[in-house]
């Protein structure tokens, strides 16, 4: 049995109020250890404002799951910033610093922040990197996910004290932000004037090439992969590592379903490669794994 802990990444795509509810209300009693709530990606996305995710913070915490407040990866405005500064001032649950801004709220004043998360958003490639954000009181590290086993290893290797270290480890990969809304565009919509369309695409609008075949997902102002990043295949080579968290990335459907062959996996119940096959008819594409092996991510790379 791996003592690896699961963890339900922040919800990246935005969806009605009602089935956001529910979909955290199931999590509640879902096999995983630690739970990351709030909005990421855009501040146009309302349906659920920062009391709400605090009340469904409740429940999980009273659940017996760890609960992270994820801060926002693009602030832009001063209502973007006030909202950050309520998550910082929580009082109660830890905060995943997305940017720069939350970092120096975390760590500035007359009472600095000492156990803090450092999102996979702050660009830490380098140990010297890391230890800078370990001195300033982070204790967790979340590597960016574009990383390869190898160079987080000898990361992780670089630095002279204990940090946990979480992977990106199912969802598809969210490349790139922007501070231009492509859901918009492809409405031909302004951003401000966007009517919310991302609601309509639980797991955002897919892209393809001329050839028909799958390149990117829009996601608002984020751009992701069109495959889904997961290493269920690769489980055993992960936790040999010593990874402490893997994070699965809420997806419109089959999300605990997924949790459960990673836990199941995870405890010697379920072989790897069973497990990633059972997988395959629960994503909304085809699988890959490439940049954990460092190679292009779009690749599903088999292990001899």
């Given at each position: ?99 720069m ?6 760590t ?7 156990d ?39 990361l992780r ?31 031909n ?42 290493l ?73």
């Amino acid at each position: 049995m791996s003592h690896a802990k699961l963890a339900l990444g922040p919800l990246l795509y935005y969806w009605p109020r009602q089935s956001t509810l529910a979909f955290y209300a199931d999590m509640v009693d879902a096999p995983v250890d630690i739970v990351y709530l709030g909005e990421t990606v855009c501040s146009r996305r309302h349906e659920l404002r920062l009391s709400d995710w605090l009340d469904v913070a409740d429940a999980c915490a009273d659940a017996g799951k760890e609960v992270v407040l994820s801060s926002q990866v693009l602030v832009e405005s001063e209502s973007d910033l006030k909202t950050l500064r309520r998550i910082i001032n929580n009082g109660r649950f830890r905060v995943e610093a997305n940017d720069m801004g939350a970092v120096h709220l975390l760590t500035g004043g007359d009472t600095p922040a000492t156990d803090w998360i450092a999102g996979p958003t702050l660009n830490i490639f380098n140990p010297s990197t890391l230890a800078l954000f370990a001195d300033m009181g982070a204790t967790r590290w979340v590597a960016p996910p574009e990383m390869s086993r190898q160079q987080i290893f000898d990361l992780r290797a670089g630095i002279k004290r204990g940090m946990q270290v979480e992977i990106f480890a199912h969802g598809r990969l969210p490349l790139a932000l922007s501070a231009r809304c492509f859901t918009a565009r492809h409405f031909n919509l302004q951003k401000d004037t966007c009517e919310f369309r991302c609601l309509e695409f639980a797991d955002g609008i897919p892209l393809k090439t001329r050839e028909g075949e799958p390149f990117l997902t829009l996601n608002g102002i984020q751009t992701q992969s069109a495959h889904v990043h997961t290493l269920l295949g690769d489980l055993p080579a992960v936790t040999a590592d010593g990874i402490d968290i893997l994070r699965i990335s809420p997806q419109g459907e089959n999300t605990g379903d997924i949790i459960r062959l990673f836990r199941h996996t995870l405890d010697g119940i379920t072989p790897p490669a069973e497990a990633l096959t059972a997988a395959i008819p629960l994503l909304p594409e085809a699988p890959c794994n490439g940049f954990w092996h460092g190679r292009p991510g779009v690749e599903q790379f088999v292990t001899a």
